[in-house]
Every structure is written in structure tokens, then in C-alpha cells.
């Protein structure tokens, strides 16, 4: 019998944004692929707040409560007292000292491309950690093709030790057309007109200083139309930045901070929107992209890093530090009606490329053998 212990900290939280749907998602399908023969141990700092958390008589939670450096602490005496077969640590951190076998997955290198979006000790951790983890780590698994070349080119990780693993998308998630439904959402989010949308963290690798001097140039070419730009998320570092650079383009009546959004209210949201904008400096996948894509929603993203993977040929693709081509673009969104219908079919299409069921198979298989 074959026990693999998971790190499942960042999926036991409540609130989640990329890394912590990823690590959820990839545990809700270990845990169908478990079974009496290999079974789960899952690693929590504290009580899994999700209803869906797996139940299943081969999987088991150990909460195992630590004020600090849980990781390296905590975990790893857990680890060195009661080994499983295997580790697998789904958000980029491998235990300082880890007695066993490990696979840990690499999301991305955008504290090495964009060394100002970060704070200096959290660029100096992940470039740290990451470095430690092309060396130490038994396998990586890899976002995108575009984090496996940083990996190998940066780091000199060894290419056939980097399994590329695309990430799945929410299948529950779907287009909503009931108007009364997206006007409630709407009234919740004190959003008034038409708009656009763009969700997550308010932090400078999003771009979003960018994004509004090229929302602040369609606004005076489209004066005509009452539109406002939704940019919604919890505040990450230097977000008074893009509070300040609002005012300063005289946005305030036109640009809405919701803050985060329920997940109950993402469909609709989604759904309601003129069109998704994702012009992210660095992203190691971008889920945000597939979900838009999901509510049929046209969406522009950049064509940097690994977005042009995750959008195929269903997006507009710009490049992000060329503002007057993110106001170009969106206008083009705004007023070719033939472009975004043409944009919603191919979403719709590009979506299918991404399950989470496939990437949790395409990891497992990893898992099995390296266990073999």
C-alpha cells in the first residue's frame, strides 16, 4: 500500500485565488483516484473550510496546528515522524527538510521577469525556494510550456524532470442569461452601467496601471457611452498605487472596487461583462482567462509568458506594456459586434482543451511512478 502526503494548506482556505483553486481542484480528483492500494494524507494548518473537502475512506486530513514557518517547521516534523511514501506539494514550497520522495508544482517566474511587482523579501523567497526545488525536488510539474522553459533557462533544471501540466477549468461554471439574476449582481456591486471587468489581486503584476490610462483613452473616444471599468480583487502590494493613479485620470465616478467576489456571484458577474481584460505582465497560466471564456465572455489578455497557451486563438492578444494598443483593441471589442461574437465561439471551443480531471491524471501518473 502506497501513502501520498499532501501539502493541502493553501486549498484548505476559504478565500481562494489561483494557487488555492489549483491545490483544491487537483485534491477533489487524487481523491477519486485513490483507492485501498494508494491512499491520501492531507497536511493542514487548520480545519478545511469547504463543504466539498473530500470524504473518503482513502483519504485522510491531519490538521496539524503551527503559529509559523508551518512549512519548514511543522510539516517537516511531521514528515520526519510519520513519512509517507511520497510528498507532493501543490504551491511552490518543498518542507526545508523533507525525508521523502517529492513532486512539487511551479507555477510561474514573475518575481524573476518583473522583480518590482514583488516585495524584495518575498522576490528573494521564491527565487530561493525555487532554485532549492530544480535541485532537490524528486520532479517538477510545470503550469505551462512557458514555465518549463523559464525553469530549464533560469535555474538549469533538468528538462526531463518537468512535467507541463496545463491547469483545468471549473465546468460548473457556465453562462448565466437571466437578466433579473445578473441585475442583482450588478445592485450588489454597486455597478450602474455596461462594463468591464477585470479580476484579481490589485497588485502591479496585473497591470492595471496600464489598464487604466488605456480604459481613460477609450472613455474619451467612446464619450458617447456610459461604461465602467469593474476591477475587482483584495489588495495586494502597492494597490494604493492604482487607487491613486484612478483619481489622478479623473476615473473615480467611472471605475468600481468591489473588492473580492464570492464565488457565487463570479458566473454572473462574468456573464454580465462587455468583455474580460487580462493584460497581466506575467502569469504562469491564468485561469481568469478560461473562466471568462466559460460565461461567454470576449476577453483580451497579453500575449506574454504562458496566456497565448491558455487563450489559443480565442482572445484578442496584446502586448501589455503598449497601452495604446490595449485602448486600440478594447475599442475594437466595444464596437465590432462581428469580433466578439466571433471570440465568444472560439471561447467556447478553446475551453474544452482544459479539464481538471485531465490534469489531475497527467500528475498522478507522475505520482505512480516515481512510487513504482
Known amino acids: ?12 482556505k476559504a478565500n481562494r485565488t489561483g494557487t488555492e483553486t489549483y491545490s483544491l481542484e487537483l485534491i477533489k480528483q487524487f481523491a477519486r483516484l485513490a483507492s485501498p492500494t494508494t491512499r491520501l494524507r492531507l497536511y493542514t494548518p487548520h480545519p478545511p473550510q469547504h463543504a466539498d473537502w473530500p470524504d473518503s475512506p482513502h483519504v485522510e486530513t491531519r490538521v496539524i496546528p503551527w503559529p509559523r514557518l508551518w512549512t519548514h517547521l511543522r510539516l517537516a516534523a511531521e514528515l520526519h515522524q510519520h513519512p509517507p511514501d511520497l510528498l507532493f506539494v501543490p504551491a511552490h514550497v518543498l518542507p526545508l527538510s523533507c525525508p521523502v520522495p517529492s513532486v512539487v508544482t511551479v507555477h510561474d517566474l514573475g518575481y524573476h521577469f518583473y522583480p518590482t ?36 533557462q533560469i535555474y538549469q533544471a533538468d528538462s526531463s524532470q518537468i512535467t507541463v501540466a496545463h491547469l483545468g477549468r471549473d465546468e460548473t461554471l457556465t453562462r448565466i442569461d437571466h437578466q433579473p439574476q445578473l441585475e442583482a449582481v450588478k445592485r450588489r456591486y454597486k455597478i450602474n452601467d455596461d462594463y468591464l471587468l477585470c479580476i484579481g489581486t490589485l497588485q502591479p503584476r496585473k497591470n492595471l496601471l496600464r489598464l487604466l490610462e488605456a480604459f481613460s483613452m477609450v472613455s474619451r473616444a467612446l464619450e458617447n ?8 480583487g483584495g489588495h495586494g502590494w502597492l494597490h494604493d498605487e492604482i487607487f491613486a493613479r484612478t483619481e489622478q485620470l479623473g476615473l473615480t465616478e467611472q471605475v468600481i472596487f468591489p473588492g473580492y467576489i464570492a464565488e457565487v456571484d463570479k458566473a454572473a458577474l462574468l456573464s454580465g461583462a462587455l468583455a474580460y481584460l487580462f493584460p497581466s505582465l506575467y502569469e504562469g497560466f491564468g485561469l481568469p482567462v478560461l473562466e471568462a471564456m ?8 497579453s500575449r506574454t509568458s504562458s496566456l497565448p497557451e491558455v487563450a489559443g486563438d480565442a482572445a484578442l492578444l496584446v502586448d501589455p506594456h503598449d497601452t495604446q494598443a490595449i485602448a486600440i483593441d478594447l475599442i475594437a471589442l466595444l464596437t465590432n459586434p462581428m469580433l466578439r461574437e466571433r471570440l465568444i465561439e472560439r471561447g467556447y ?17 507522475v505520482l505512480m511512478t516515481i512510487l513504482a
Open 349 to 365: 471551443q478553446q475551453i474544452q482543451n482544459f479539464s481538471w480531471s485531465t490534469t489531475a491524471e497527467q500528475i498522478w501518473q
Open 225 to 232: 457611452r456610459q461604461i465602467k471599468l469593474v476591477l475587482a
Open 294 to 301: 466559460s460565461c461567454g465572455t470576449p476577453v483580451l489578455t
Open 1 to 12: 500500500m502506497a501513502l501520498i502526503g499532501i501539502d493541502a494548506s493553501r486549498a484548505a
Open 117 to 152: 511587482a514583488h516585495r524584495a523579501f518575498s522576490r528573494w523567497y521564491l527565487d530561493w525556494t525555487t532554485r532549492r526545488h530544480s535541485r532537490v525536488a524528486t520532479h517538477i510539474i510545470a503550469d505551462s510550456e512557458a514555465t518549463k522553459s523559464d525553469l530549464v
